[in-house]
């Protein structure tokens, strides 16, 4: 039952961290193309001015598996899905899917009373499971499995402990820069500071005055001292989640559900709230993929015929397997051709009902995009769940398949050129990650009709599924496994290149491109559309009417 790797996988966005940049990329550089704007962005907006202008497609539904989506945002309430066979509100389930009033999608963290908000790590709720086990049991006279997991878990709660401690201390240290820096700002008094007002702030207290000139000193030439407190309060949240939740043995976050959680077999429970308490995340992937092009709003998402459906399983903390699982199952029902998945978690509970929803997903043609992971680690080494090797057990288990043919595993591209390009935070694997993609400073839709920069392998593999949604609609006779060989094949190949490895310092040796996932390639959507061409022997799509 308990899948290890070396260390928890932390998937998903990483703070917006163009505020202290010297310099910083157009907002919509994922869209632009290296050979005409300098960027390493995917070619997105070439493609509709030269290979499919005046084209439409057909619509193309993707699932976002994640925290869910804010479907009435500006920029996404006219490319939401909205179920046919369901009538909003009657309390029904009008289609007899098992769901009811899902209209835009559903939610498997929550329940008849309410939303699962934050969750322990998976690594946290073994040891608890764990702990309690053994705590029945004489540990001087076990069996030799319980031995071996007796052992394994020891050491996953050392980590456990560490982190908590970690948090906790991390949490006073932002807290108490959040506390100094607003007093800063209260003292100076000018609706706008920058580095210079800090450089020449003075206190009676010399700490406050020291601290004021060492954070100045992180800042660009446009950074204000508003957008440093906003990192800053980004940390805070992120700790005080870690401490409360995260880490904590005691934290009960799924009683709200109602399910027998331990029946991953249970499919039909939480209710059809697809935004939930905090959707920046899933709203931020959802506008990548799909926020409506050239309406004069916001930004562009890559694909320009989709329709997006929310299902939320994955709270501030670690997803759980059964709500995965049932969260494609659910997608692959109702309709979705591709399903995006941000999210990781070091340890598995239970992979055997995510890899039937994968072999699922594969028998109804449906391809499903995962990003690597945020830790700078080699995914062939550290896992990062879900994963797309299939578990083999029983006495046949050589015979059985191996992989699935409709998974992309995606790192994370910076827009910076030569050695810098691959994200410093991004997972990466020979084996395990097929493709870079845009991942760094992307801009795109946040709830209440806002926007921001955030940077992940969690905004790198929107990039890749809304790719692939163009490609699915402008050529509908192509299979999920084709649609992935097209990608993989059309990508810009960086073999050789020279870049800094992952999580490595400035002074260390760089490494090729190509030890870094299984293709050397970056994603590259124009190559991928003449491909798309060359493979089916049509330009794709249908006249628009009237040209």
Do not use: C
Request: proline residues 4%; without cysteine.
């Amino acid at each position: 039952m308990i899948k290890r790797t070396l260390l928890p996988a932390l998937t998903g966005l990483l703070f917006a961290s163009a505020a202290f940049a010297q310099d910083s990329p157009p907002d919509n550089w994922f869209n632009l193309s290296p050979s005409t704007d300098n960027v390493a962005g995917v070619g997105t907006e070439r493609i509709y001015k030269e290979l499919l202008k005046d084209k439409k497609g057909e619509t193309v539904i993707v699932a976002i598996i994640d925290s869910g989506v804010d479907a009435e945002h500006e920029d996404l309430k006219d490319v939401m899905w909205v179920n046919p066979g369901e009538i909003a509100g009657n309390g029904k389930d009008d289609d007899g899917n098992g769901y009811i009033d899902d209209i835009h999608g559903w939610n498997f963290i929550g329940g008849a009373n309410g939303n699962v908000s934050g969750d322990q790590l998976e690594i946290t709720r073994l040891v608890k499971f764990y702990g309690d086990k053994f705590a029945k049991l004489d540990t001087n006279n076990l069996s030799k499995k319980d031995r071996e997991q007796f052992a394994e878990y020891k050491e996953m709660k050392a980590v456990v402990d560490e982190n908590q401690m970690k948090a906790e201390q991390n949490l006073v240290f932002y807290q108490g820069a959040v506390a100094a820096l607003t007093q800063v700002k209260n003292d100076i008094g000018k609706d706008v500071i920058k580095k210079d007002d800090l450089l020449n702030y003075k206190s009676d207290d010399p700490n406050i005055t020291g601290m004021a000139q060492n954070m100045a000193r992180n800042f660009g030439p446009e950074t204000t001292l508003d957008d440093f407190l906003k990192q800053l309060q980004g940390g805070v949240d992120y700790f005080t989640s870690q401490a409360a939740s995260n880490y904590n043995l005691d934290f009960d976050g799924r009683s709200v559900v109602g399910d027998n959680y331990f029946d991953s077999s249970e499919r039909y429970y939480g209710n059809n709230d697809v935004k939930g308490p905090d959707a920046s995340h899933g709203t931020h992937v959802a506008g990548i993929v799909a926020a409506m092009r050239n309406n004069n709003i916001g930004m562009n998402g890559v694909a320009d015929d989709v329709r997006i459906m929310s299902v939320r399983a994955v709270p501030d903390g670690d997803e759980r397997d059964k709500d995965v699982a049932n969260a494609i199952r659910y997608a692959v029902d109702n309709g979705a051709s591709i399903i995006n998945m941000s999210f990781g978690k070091g340890y598995s509970w239970d992979k055997k009902v995510v890899d039937d929803a994968v072999k699922y997903a594969a028998k109804k043609d449906v391809l499903l995009v995962h990003a690597a992971g945020n830790s700078a680690e080699n995914t062939d080494v550290s896992k990062n769940f879900p994963i797309d090797v299939y578990e083999r057990k029983g006495p046949f288990k050589f015979l059985q398949k191996k992989q699935p043919n409709n998974w992309l595993e995606i790192g994370a591209l910076s827009w910076k050129p030569g050695k810098d390009e691959v994200a410093t935070f991004s997972n990466y694997g020979k084996v395990n990650v097929d493709i870079f993609s845009p991942g760094v400073d992307i801009y795109s839709t946040t709830p209440e009709n806002q926007y921001d920069s955030y940077s992940g392998t969690s905004m790198a593999s929107p990039v890749t599924a809304g790719v692939a949604a163009l490609i699915r609609g402008y050529f509908p006779e192509l299979k999920a496994k084709e649609v992935r060989e097209i990608l993989l094949q059309s990508g810009t190949s960086k073999g050789s290149d020279m870049v800094k490895l992952p999580g490595a310092d400035d002074g260390d040796p760089l490494v090729r491109f190509d030890s870094l996932s299984q293709t050397g390639k970056i994603l590259n959507a124009y190559n991928a559309v003449k491909l798309a061409q060359a493979k089916t022997g049509k330009s794709g799509g249908t006249p628009k009417s009237g040209v």
